[in-house]
């Protein structure tokens, strides 16, 4: 089983969608929590930090279940410009407190 | 904003040369990283430096090597480069455990 594990889309929306990306890690030691988006053939960039209250940084709200080991990503009213590979990065404390990134799940905006 | 800089953007190298990938950072970070991303296989890390003169292996450091003399400064060596080296290298960097990482824009690496 993989360590990190997510949707595998793509996914492809027309503007204005709201789309909920799912993320599960199988390691309970998890401590930190990311989500990265990553356009092609660029480096990831930091989307947002997941906290276990939920946030939320405008159209975009993170949420976090350690019961379960989830993490979700939903983008609300989804522009032309959110299309990319959206990353699920956990942080694991035994891992020599390192990263272990989840494949992505693809997403395009449609006009 | 951090910034991540790697010294090339695109790189084109003969098989056996000595490759040397730099990375620099300007916001005083404690561990810098070095990892591989290629198609289907995700991102895996090649080796990581907790400090100056500290280095651990990650994931895949075979034919790899690394030197970090100063904070800011954190170098991926290829000893004698291979086509199967051929792939997009990411340096990052983060301010200490648990905080995100911040990623330099790679480099491309092309080993013919």
């Known amino acids: 089983r993989k360590e990190v594990e997510q949707d595998p889309g793509p996914f492809n929306v027309p503007e204005g969608a709201t789309v909920a990306f799912n993320c599960t890690y199988s390691?309970?030691?998890?401590?930190?929590f990311f989500w990265y988006r990553q356009d092609c053939r660029k480096e990831p960039k930091l989307l947002m930090s997941?906290?276990?209250s939920g946030n939320e940084d405008g159209r975009f709200t993170a949420q976090l279940n350690r019961a379960s080991q989830y993490i979700s990503l939903l983008i609300r009213d989804s522009k032309l410009s959110d299309s990319a590979t959206y990353l699920c990065?956990?942080?694991?404390?035994?891992?020599?407190?390192?990263?272990?990134f989840g494949p992505g799940t693809r997403l395009s905006v449609l006009p | 904003d951090v910034k991540v800089t790697q010294s090339s953007r695109y790189l084109v190298k003969r098989t056996g040369e000595k490759v040397f990938l730099e990375c620099v950072q300007d916001?005083?970070?404690?561990?810098m990283f070095w990892y591989r991303q290629d198609p289907g296989l995700g991102l895996r890390l090649i080796y990581f430096?907790?400090?100056?003169?500290?280095?651990e292996k990650g994931d895949i450091p075979e034919g790899y090597s690394v030197s970090r003399e100063k904070k800011e400064r954190f170098s991926l060596i290829l000893e004698s480069a291979s086509t199967n080296q051929t792939s997009m290298y990411l340096c990052?960097?983060?301010?200490?455990?648990?905080?995100?990482?911040?990623f330099g824009n790679g480099t491309r690496l092309t080993v013919t």
């Open positions: 916001m005083d970070h404690e561990n």
């Open positions: 430096s907790y400090d100056v003169k500290m280095k």
């Open positions: 990052a960097s983060r301010l200490v455990a648990g905080s995100p990482l911040h």
């Open positions: 997941v906290y276990s």
């Open positions: 390691n309970s030691a998890s401590q930190s």
């Open positions: 990065v956990v942080n694991v404390y035994n891992y020599g407190q390192n990263f272990v």
